[in-house]
């Protein structure tokens, strides 16, 4: 029965379906759990976070703004094609996860407060950008001065939205439950791939979302190739942690300029610009 129980929210990620397994206990508190993260992470900066006026906030804001609004067309074009997973039946979820043919749960965005935090200080460098459950994204002030361009900044922070719009945060606590009962090496080796994987995946989802925002994707590979300075742990030691569950930024470049990747990116793209009259 406990086995049955993930059956029940078995889903595919958006775009890439990917079948994969939600604890619906941890579904539910999904947004209370992301809301305890961002308070957390404001005691954690208090005297460092900047107002919502100052240049930095504005700027993000507004791009991010741009990212979240494309990715419900997006939803609102996934959704004509097929249901909500939570809309079926047992059997029917059963038959959808065992043929690999199950529609993106996209409900977890349905009114969701999102809230964008900029930290500053010398301290703060190790934690570039975090993401919680339910809509929070937290950046530092580096990562921002790091990318002048709009575009850039659209390629990180389309990558943080792609994580909630996939909920890589419950899909790892609901994999970390399941692991914990398995060899401590093997469970080593299981969260690396799984981090890797959600990694590659928040950059392709990010790539086609900040495309249909209207944000050239041609840019999102020379913005990881930028991102090569930090991959080497003995130079950044405080980035350490960071790069210890991510590929390398050679890697995510590559893969995000794939010809097959980039052409769907280049198709929203030219569609976004065409609807605001631009060629």
């Known amino acids: 029965m406990e086995k049955l129980k993930y059956l029940t929210l078995a889903a595919a990620s958006p775009y890439i379906n990917r079948t994969r397994y939600i604890d619906p206990t941890k579904a539910s508190i999904e947004r209370i759990s992301g809301q305890k993260c961002v308070e957390e992470w404001k005691q954690e900066f208090q005297g460092k976070i900047l107002v919502s006026t100052h240049s930095h906030v504005v700027r993000v804001t507004r791009i991010a703004e741009n990212i ?25 979820r059963v038959w959808l996860c065992m043929t690999r043919k199950l529609p993106p749960s996209l409900s977890h ?19 570039f950008a975090i993401v919680c459950s339910g809509g929070k994204i937290i950046a530092s002030t580096a990562l921002i001065e790091l990318h002048s361009s709009d575009v850039e900044l659209a390629t990180m922070l389309a990558h943080e939205v792609a994580h909630i719009m996939a909920r890589h945060g419950v899909e790892m606590c609901t994999k970390v439950e399941l ?65 210890d569950s991510h590929p ?12 097959e990747i980039m052409q769907e990116a280049l198709i929203l793209y030219k569609d976004a610009r065409g609807r605001r009259g631009v060629e």
């Open 68 to 92: 979240i609004g494309a990715m419900h067309t997006e939803i609102n074009k996934m959704r004509s094609i097929s249901e909500d997973i939570s809309q079926y039946g047992f059997v029917r």
């Open 109 to 127: 965005l349905d009114e969701l407060n999102w809230e964008i935090l900029i930290v500053t200080g010398d301290d703060v460098t190790d934690y």
């Open 179 to 243: 692991i914990s009962m398995i060899d401590c090496v093997l469970n080593l080796f299981v969260l690396i791939d799984f981090y890797e994987t959600c990694e590659f995946e928040a950059d392709y989802i990010g790539l086609l979302l900040m495309a249909a925002a209207g944000y050239d994707p041609r840019q999102a590979p020379k913005f990881y190739e930028k991102m090569t300075m930090f991959d080497e742990p003995v130079k950044f030691p405080l980035l350490a942690r960071f790069l």
């Open 248 to 259: 390398s930024s050679k890697e995510r470049a590559k893969a995000v300029a794939r010809p």
